[in-house]
T-cell receptor, first 112, second 111 residues
């Protein structure tokens, strides 16, 4: 069993829809949770970075972490065609310079 | 520009050859990480260096090796290349508790 599970999709939604992406994990030692966006053949870029359980909002993006269920989510409101990309969840343990473990990524297509 | 520089961007080489991929981390970041991303595969962790020393190792093949130099740049050496080594190779760097900053990657094609 992988430490981080993520549905690879693809997920197609119409422009303006609310998108829900999620991951589950098995290692309770994970304390920091991230979402990266990766456009085709480009390097992943950090979208959201959260610590422990709770919600974090940044513009149209909201990240949620439920450590009791080992479940994290990313919501995208008013989705745009420019949001079409692969979204990778990621997480790491506490302490400095810890290795990050990634999900496989969910490919999202927002259709105009 | 993310601040992490990877060279070369593209590399085409024959089976059995050896190549070196280079990474310069973001200013101030002491740790460098190497990942391999094959088609339809996720990011596979290869190896991490912190301030010149190996800190963590993933499923890195024995044919692969890496090092981090005193100026903090890192090199990933891939030898006896096989067709299956064709992939995107990403370098990332980080500070103490931040997320990674990725470079734009090196696309390796083995023919």
């Amino acid at each position: 069993q992988k430490e981080v599970e993520q549905d690879p999709g693809p997920l197609s939604v119409p422009e303006g829809a609310i998108v829900s992406l999620n991951c589950t994990y098995s290692n309770s030692a994970f304390q920091y949770f991230m979402w990266y966006r990766q456009y085709s053949r480009k390097g992943p870029e950090l979208l959201m970075y959260t610590y422990s359980s709770g919600n974090k909002e940044d513009g149209r993006f909201t990240a949620q972490v439920d450590k009791s269920s080992k479940y994290i989510s990313l919501f995208i409101r008013d989705s745009q065609p420019s949001d079409s990309a692969t979204y990778l969840c990621a997480m790491r343990k506490s302490g400095g310079y810890q290795k990050v473990t990634f999900g496989i990524g969910t490919k999202l297509q927002v259709i105009p | 520009d993310s601040g992490v520089t990877q060279t070369p961007k593209h590399l085409i080489t024959a089976t059995g050859q050896r190549v070196t991929l280079r990474c310069s981390p973001r200013s101030g970041d002491l740790s460098v990480y190497w990942y391999q991303q094959s088609l339809d595969q996720g990011l596979q962790f290869l190896i991490q260096y912190y301030n010149g020393e190996e800190r963590a190792k993933g499923n890195i093949l024995e044919r692969f090796s890496a090092q981090q130099f005193p100026d903090l740049h890192s090199e990933l050496n891939l030898s006896s290349l096989e067709l299956g080594d064709s992939a995107l190779y990403f370098c990332a760097s980080s500070g103490w508790t931040q997320g990674y900053t990725f470079g734009s990657g090196t696309r390796l094609t083995v023919v």
